[in-house]
């Protein structure tokens, strides 16, 4: 261990000793060049020899020699001088742009509050109304011209501001839209078989004929959709080749974590620039207004952030029973210049437009709430698809009012059978008295709804009322104590089979058994 010691001295005196080399050389060299003494002794030295000439010369030399060394220490002065300067002037410009940022804030805020207080004395007279004249020379001083808050007979603003541009660039490209031909004679059962054949021979997608008709009859009873599942089983794929089906692509919402209001889907206005930050959601949602297509918006990863914020709107007007009732406000009041759709800062949602989202189960995602998937139809993909065999599909040109068309004609030709509706019943009853849960007017509008379009996409009635049971109703029991109501399965089980039959409920049984097997 000594050596090692010795070894280590020897490195480190040899490496700190090349540092004080330099330090010394360096100062060996500013002592050398004003040492004074030295110099004397030099001209002591060749001072007898000197005539007249080299007495000159010398003492011109000295001079040059002082002179630059004069100057090198001004340069370093100077230098010195000018970084202290330019620090001085750097922090006072810091200053002086923390200043101005602060005024400035100070100017936008009075301004909103200016802005706040002129709307809330207009909105004293209605649309229409004479308005004082002091107040409208304040309003005009508002906006960016004498008429920028002038107001019509239908009281919107005068302004020729366009705060909407993207929906102001539909309006334009609409003006010179046609329709394409539809395809109006296909049937529900035909439009999933070829739906299925195109994801095949076109998108090199596989989905199982139960899926193709679970996802196409869950249009037929609600606007919102949810496929769940584990990942890459084709989720997203599913709705996005279905825009391609049907010559109309899905737009993609990617949801973001930081989601937590409707201005995630639509935008919001800015006050400062009087412009409107329209998203690409609004954009296509305005674009369903001018045609009869159908159009289909994704939320991917929709539970990424909490469902019931950002989506809480849309969850209260689409279930409105009225269609005419589907209307959101944009913003608070109307300008001439706004979108032909968009009246008196109102939007009515179109009618033609499903929203699908897409979730995944794992730590970095919020759990759905029942508020949620009670309006929403939930789809299970929990397995990949199996490679087949089909023709090539081309698309289709499919209609809104096609396809509304055949929901309410399958509504009307497969009813929910008397006896089922009566089982369904008394199973609510069973429900109540055993576990504490009822099913809830929604969800039996639901299943009244859901399966007759699934009956005419070439499912049975009793698959159709499996799934809803399964998927609307049993899946509550997630949220009970399962060790407690374990052995109430088995009698449940037991009542499903000796009412439906045995050998149909199938998916209700298989989930309630892995209910069992959590406990």
């Known amino acids: 261990m000594s050596e090692f010691f010795e070894f280590m001295k020897a490195m480190l005196n040899t490496f700190f000793g090349g540092f004080w080399t330099i330090i010394k050389g360096f100062g060996l060299g500013i002592a050398g060049i004003f040492n004074i003494g030295r110099y004397v002794e030099i001209f002591k030295q ?49 200053q002086l742009l923390s200043e101005v940022a602060a005024l400035n804030r100070e100017v936008m805020k009075a301004k909103l509050d200016r802005d706040k207080i002129l709307a809330m004395k207009l909105s004293q007279f209605g649309p229409g109304a004479q308005v004082p004249g002091e107040l409208e020379e304040g309003l005009a001083k508002a906006g960016e011209n004498p008429n920028a808050m ?64 679970l996802f196409l009859s869950s249009f037929g009873c609600t606007r919102l959709i949810i496929l769940q599942g584990i990942s890459g089983t084709g989720k997203t794929s599913l709705p996005y080749s279905f825009g391609k089906f049907t010559n109309n692509d899905a737009e993609i919402a990617a949801v973001q974590p930081s989601w937590r209001d409707r201005t995630e889907m639509f935008g919001y206005f800015n006050e400062f620039t009087k412009k409107f930050n329209e998203t690409e959601i609004l954009k296509k949602l305005y674009e369903a207004t001018y045609t009869d297509n159908v159009y289909v918006v994704i939320l991917d990863e929709m539970n990424i952030a909490r ?87 081309p698309n289709v040109s499919l209609s809104y009012s096609h396809l509304e068309a055949l929901f309410d004609k399958a509504k009307e030709e497969h009813p929910v059978s ?32 859901f399966v007759p379009c699934y009956i005419a996409a070439g499912g049975t009635e009793l698959e159709g009322i499996d799934y809803i049971l399964c998927n609307k109703i049993f899946r509550k029991f997630e949220a009970l104590n399962l060790a407690f109501i374990r052995d109430e399965i088995d009698g449940l089980i037991h009542y499903l089979n000796e009412n439906f039959g045995n050998n149909t409920m199938l998916e209700c049984i298989a989930y309630l058994r892995r209910l069992q097997k959590l406990f």
């Not at 003492?59 to 100057?71: D, S």
Request: hydrophobic letters at 40%.
């Open 150 to 213: 002038q107001l019509d007979k239908e009281g919107n603003v005068i302004t020729d501001q366009i705060r909407f541009m993207k929906l102001a660039q539909v309006d334009k490209e609409m003006d010179n839209y046609v329709a394409p031909a539809y395809d109006n004679d296909l049937s529900l059962e035909e439009i999933c078989e070829r739906f299925r054949n195109f994801n095949c021979s076109r998108m090199g997608l596989y989905y199982e004929p139960k899926i193709i008709r």
């Open 307 to 393: 469902v019931e914020y950002y989506f809480a709107e849309m969850l209260s007007i689409l279930e409105m029973p009225s269609k005419d009732e589907w209307v959101i406000d944009i913003v608070p009041s109307g300008w001439s210049t706004d979108p032909k759709h968009i009246v008196d800062g109102r939007f009515k949602l179109p009618e033609n437009v499903w929203y699908v989202g897409t979730a995944n189960n794992d730590d970095s995602t919020f759990s759905i709430s029942d508020k949620v998937y009670d309006r929403a139809i939930p789809i299970n993909i929990d397995k990949k698809g199996v490679p087949f065999d089909a023709v090539y599909t």
């Open 418 to 449: 008397e006896i089922n509706l009566n089982k369904i019943e008394a199973l609510d009853d069973y429900v109540i008295e055993h576990f504490r849960l009822a099913f809830g007017n929604r969800i039996l509008k639901q299943l009244k709804e």
């Open 46 to 94: 060749y001072d007898p020899s000197f005539n007249i000439g080299s007495w000159l010369l010398s003492i011109l030399m000295v001079i040059l020699m002082v002179a630059f060394l004069a100057g090198i220490v001004y340069l370093i002065i100077y230098f010195i001088m000018k970084k202290i300067r330019n620090r001085r002037t750097y922090v006072s410009q810091d």
